[in-house]
């Protein structure tokens, strides 16, 4: 990472006094620029010095703006609640793309480890889009999760008054047993399909730098650790506790690791379940995908790279 020398301190001091303060997150007089250029795009003069200082403690952009694009959606961030990544709108879109296409109507959601609610508020938009019924249901532990998911909710509403939206968003812990238990026992409220980004960074990765494959130091000090540290054990929760209880045919879980996509794979038997694994653009194994077999989505196979065929 380049060291930020006086010269480059004085010269970014001539072009703007807000720039200094940019230069810690930035590291370099180009992307300080573009970033002062957002933030004097975004937000009300008066916020202009609050927010480059913030920047010099490296609070992540999308905390200060308030907003992060999410597909075709604009999603609200507020600290304390992950801020949504383009990897996850990736497959997410394609999730959303593969079922409209198929005319899937009056499908059933449930999203685990919600966030922010990006994940169903996109597949609610692109199957109003496509005039298709979504029912879904997102579920996270953080009350902070929670009341943001039902705000972007209703953001989106107000935003999109014309389209159908069948979203709700409550407090879960995916650990707690009475969890698959109820999902088992509520048979009006059927799920065919469960999605989740579930907190998967391993503790080994979580301190190390960015450089060695760890983590930014942005998000170590500034997003929650309780949505990023996590590993087999949420695989275990979201394929026993949510996935086998509530009789879904299909699931889409995103991983950082291939050990995650093996720890899934062996937990389910063959000869009921297809699973298959997914890359994200920058060549990242990103999702495992699961797929009841000689069942409607069983299409879910499709968007996988490489399925296991034992
Ligand atoms: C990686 S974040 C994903 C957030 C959002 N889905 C996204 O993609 O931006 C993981 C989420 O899991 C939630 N979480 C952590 N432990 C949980 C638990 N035991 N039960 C339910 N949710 C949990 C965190 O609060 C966090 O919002």
Redesign the pocket.
Known sequence: MPRITNKLFRKAKEISNYLPPLLKANRSIEKAQLELKWIKEELPRKEWVSAVNQRSKLVPLQYILRTQP?GELNIICRKG?????WE?AEWTESLANLLTSHGFDDLNLL?????????PLLMQHKFSKSCLKLNST?????P??ISLAKYNLEKYKSNNPTFYVHSNFEI?????PRLGVELHETKENTVDLVT?????VLSKDYTKSVLRFGVEKSVRLHE?A???L?DNE?YD?LINNLVIPSRAIGFVF?VGYISQVQFVREMLDNEVWGVGLRYDSAGNVRCVIGWQKDKKLSVLESMCKEVFND
């Open positions: 999410f609640v992950l801020i949504p990544r996850t999203d685990a480890c919600t966030g922010s609610g990006c994940i997102g579920l996270d532990i953080s902070k999760a879960a812990d995916l650990f707690d989740s980004n579930p907190p998967y929650p309780l949505a990023l996590g949420f929760q995103e």
